[in-house]
């Protein structure tokens, strides 16, 4: 079974600051690892995943994360952040054992970006 | 190519009812998932569909609630007898069988149970 910590359930920052976002998660097995965003009232968009390789990914706007296997993290972080990144962040992971590819989540980090 | 479609959008039922939700996954894509969001959490697996069959149902309920992804048309999640507590976004997700560990969400239907 896995399970997915996301540390900080509200993240206020001023434009163009930086900001990280924290994910632990919990796993018997190897995993695959996603952070979502959400904005309001409106579904899930894949933000970035970790699948192999490179343990640095990074998505067309701006964020990346870093896969630390020994710290059993998945941060998500941006240098410089926008009015527009104010949403809801949500980490999850899968098992890489096939059966099932159900995503676990974590509650969820809300960046509120302030001008 | 169109995303995941859900409806509807938003759902309001009485207590004792029934609601049923809709999602035609992406074209091409044979899996379906559905998630639960109660306010405050995250996402809940409920339930993962192929075509025609249950592959993982652990997450739902034992009672009340069913699903099913017809050979032909949408994925249907059903709910029974709606109570307050089944209040929530539900939220369908599906993948291609090449790349199963990578699902994409609907916008998500909202069901609001008086």
């Known amino acids: 079974a896995q399970s997915v910590t996301q540390l900080d359930s509200q993240v206020p920052v001023f434009e163009e600051a930086p900001v990280e976002l924290r994910c632990n998660y919990s796993s018997s097995v190897s995993v695959y690892l996603f952070w979502y965003v959400q904005y309001p009232n409106q579904g899930l968009q894949l933000l970035l995943k970790y699948l192999s390789g490179s343990t640095l990914v990074e998505s067309i706007n701006g964020f990346e994360a870093e896969f630390n296997k020994s710290q059993t993290s998945f941060h998500l972080r941006k240098p410089s952040v926008h009015i527009s990144d104010t949403a809801e962040y949500f980490c999850a992971v899968s098992s890489t054992q096939g059966g099932s590819e159900k995503l676990v989540f974590g509650k969820g980090t809300k960046l509120t970006v302030n001008p | 190519n169109a995303g995941v479609m859900q409806n509807p959008r938003h759902l309001v039922r009485r207590r004792g009812q029934e609601a049923r939700l809709r999602c035609s996954p992406m074209k091409g894509h044979s899996h379906v998932y559905w998630y639960r969001q109660l306010p405050e959490e995250g996402l809940k697996f409920m339930v993962y569909l192929q075509k025609e069959n249950i592959i993982d149902e652990s997450g739902m309920p034992k009672e009340r609630f069913s699903a099913e992804f017809p050979k032909e048309g949408p994925s249907i999640l059903r709910i029974q007898q709606v109570v307050r507590g089944d209040s929530a976004a539900y939220f369908c997700?599906?993948?291609?069988?090449?790349?199963?560990?990578?699902?994409?969400f609907g916008p998500g239907t909202r069901l609001l149970v008086l």
């Open positions: 997700a599906s993948s291609p069988l090449e790349a199963l560990e990578t699902q994409y």
